[in-house]
T-cell receptor
């Protein structure tokens, strides 16, 4: 069974700092990897989708990389802002549309 | 284009009752997945429907069931509610049948069982 781990569980940084969130998965036979953001009590907002054949994706200040062979992905956030404070979740799909989620990294950006 | 919508947003039920939650996917999306989110277990996959057929099912008891209609709208039902069923229930829709499509989530239904 696919297992997804996210490190660290919580992170607190001052505004303006660059940061990296980590995601690892046990089964490299994935269709894709998706990073989400979740604000307290809300649904999930898709940030980036990386297909299994891709190595990275970028959107604005966000950059996500994927190394299937080692079962790892990183989400890089440049010049962090207080509005980036949220829980960040990564998810991988093996087959169909069944996604396996990590437990998330809770990010706090201090003004 | 409207996003994924879920109704109701909040529900309070008593142990032993049953509940039905509804999800309307993004227009044109034929895949709908359901997830349960709790503080202790995180996000866990319940089931996925594509073109009215259940294709995948997570490790949940038979009290949890679902269906999808011809217009792709989906419902999930939980019978004989237990306190442990209190959770945020999220649905997601996807355009593609395979796992290579992007998942779009709704705002969720917060179920509280007393």
């Amino acid at each position: 069974k696919q297992e997804v781990t996210q490190i660290p569980a919580a992170l607190s940084v001052p505004e303006g700092e660059n940061l990296v969130l980590n995601c690892s998965f046990t089964d490299s036979a994935i269709y894709n990897l998706q990073w989400f953001r979740q604000d307290p009590g809300k649904g999930l907002t898709s940030l980036l989708l990386i297909q299994s054949s891709q190595r990275e994706q970028t959107s604005g200040r966000l950059n996500a990389s994927l190394d299937k062979s080692s079962g790892r992905s990183t989400l890089y956030i440049a010049a962090s802002q207080p509005g980036d404070s949220a829980t960040y979740l990564c998810a991988v799909s093996n087959t169909g549309n069944q996604f396996y989620f990590g437990t998330g990294t809770s990010l706090t950006v201090i003004p | 284009k409207a996003g994924v919508t879920q109704t109701p947003r909040y529900l309070i039920k008593t142990r032993g009752q049953q509940v039905t939650l509804s999800c309307s996917p993004i227009s044109g999306h034929r895949s709908v997945s359901w997830y349960q989110q709790t503080p202790g277990q995180g996000l866990q996959f319940l089931f996925e429907y594509f073109s009215e057929t259940q294709r995948n099912k997570g490790n949940f008891p038979g009290r949890f069931s679902g269906r999808q209609f011809s217009n792709s709208r989906s419902e999930m039902n939980v019978s004989t509610l237990e306190l442990g069923d209190s959770a945020l229930y999220l649905c997601a829709s996807s355009l593609l049948a395979t796992g290579s499509g992007e998942q779009y989530f709704g705002p969720g239904t917060r179920l509280t069982v007393t």
